[in-house]
Structures are given as structure tokens and as C-alpha cells.
């Protein structure tokens, strides 16, 4: 089965750090561009980052750049988000995405949520 | 940054019937656009890539359209699963960037 699953989330205190993992299976993960988004308590959807195959192509949003750094692991198959530097805002549930087809996000973990509090 | 509005924020319609959603773009964005569905509590699901190619399993009944700055996502008979938020997203330069999103409601 083609499936991504996302770990690592959790309450941080304001200022801290976390890294996210997304591990992948039941395809060839190399090739494949993957990208985090995140989505406020009720609100909608936002990207974050991106890495493409071999991790020569990353870029961010900018309420993250310069606090929040990607990177991937493709013997492991796994994509991670290691974040910085927390602030309340970040609050969301963050999900990993394959682009496939078009470009477009095929594949999505379930979720992980992340709240920076005190 | 493109930005996208998309409109209706909110669609409210009964199964059986046709919706039809726009989105926005403000700037071209060729036909780099991609329609999601999502339910409360789940992932997105893509629909629609490309503004106009269904995704693997979509049901024929899910329907895209529009290039350049105006879109549209057409779901010819509502069936009860239909009933969600919907978001259009651009790649055609970075940031990547999401609608608002169009909540179908019964």
C-alpha cells in the first residue's frame, strides 16, 4: 500500500524545537518531490516546504525560512522538518505530500499536530 | 505571491444536485492548477490536476476547467460523500499557494 506517516508531533513551549518525520512505503520514494503543509485549528491549508529527489532543490514559505530546514533521508525513505524557534502561530497539524501527477499532491500522510504553547 | 479567492465560501445544496466552484488566481497561472477535497479530520484528496485531468479513481462526475486566472470545479449530481471543503492550489511559481477553500454543505 502507498502510504505516508507522519511522526514526531507533540506541545512545545514557545521558543523550542521539533522535527517531524515522514516515512514512506509502497513506492519508489527517490524520484519523488515531497512537500509539507500545514493547516491552522480551522483554518485552511498552507504550504510550507519543499525538497525535491535528491535534495539539491528546497525552498520555503517565508514565515518559516530561516527557522524551519527539510531534508531527506532516501535510504530510509523517511522526509523531515526539523523546526526551530517555535512561536504560536505555528500551531497546525502538518502534513507530508508526494507531488505526483501534474505536479499535484497524490499522496498526503495522516497528519501530525504540533502546539506551541506555554 | 499569487493569491487565490475562491468563491462561494460556502455552497449549500442538496445530493442530486450540481455544484459549481471558482477559483481565482491573481495572475495567470497557466494551467497549473489542482483541485482537493477534504473531509473533517482527514487528509486532503486530490480531485483534479492540471485544471482539467481527474486523478486516479476520481469519479467522472468531479469535473475541472478554466486556464490562466479563472477556474472551475464542476460535480455534476452531489452524492452524500460529496459534501466537504474544497481547495484549489497553483504551482505555477513559488510560494505554492491554496484557496481559502468552498465548504459544500446539505
Known amino acids: 500500500e502507498v502510504q505516508l506517516v507522519e511522526s514526531g508531533g507533540g506541545l512545545v513551549q514557545p521558543g523550542g524545537s521539533l522535527r517531524l518525520s515522514c516515512a514512506a512505503s509502497g513506492f519508489t520514494f527517490s524520484p519523488f518531490w515531497m512537500h509539507w503543509v500545514r493547516q491552522g485549528p480551522g483554518k485552511g491549508l498552507v504550504w510550507v516546504s519543499h525538497i525535491n529527489g535528491d535534495g539539491s532543490s528546497i525552498g520555503y514559505s517565508d514565515p518559516v525560512k530561516g527557522r524551519f530546514t527539510i531534508s531527506r533521508d532516501n535510504a530510509k525513505n523517511t522526509v523531515y522538518l526539523q523546526m526551530n524557534s517555535l512561536r504560536a502561530e505555528d500551531t497546525a497539524v502538518y502534513y507530508c505530500g508526494r507531488a505526483g501527477s501534474g505536479g499535484a499532491f497524490d499522496i498526503w500522510g495522516q497528519g501530525t499536530m504540533v502546539t506551541v504553547s506555554s | 505571491e499569487i493569491v487565490l479567492t475562491q468563491s462561494p465560501a460556502t455552497l449549500s445544496l442538496s445530493p442530486g444536485e450540481r455544484a459549481t466552484l471558482s477559483c481565482r488566481a491573481s495572475?495567470?497561472?497557466?494551467?497549473?492548477l489542482a483541485w482537493y477535497q477534504q473531509k473533517p479530520g482527514q487528509a486532503p484528496r486530490v480531485l483534479i490536476y492540471?485544471?482539467?485531468n481527474r486523478a486516479t479513481g476520481i469519479p467522472a462526475r468531479f469535473s475541472g476547467s478554466g486556464s490562466g486566472t479563472d477556474f472551475t470545479l464542476t460535480v455534476s449530481s452531489l452524492e452524500p460523500e460529496d459534501f466537504a471543503v474544497y481547495y484549489c492550489q497553483q504551482r505555477f511559481n513559488w510560494p505554492l499557494t491554496f484557496g481559502g477553500g468552498t465548504q459544500v454543505e446539505v
Open positions: 495572475q495567470s497561472v497557466g494551467s497549473f
Open positions: 492540471d485544471a482539467s
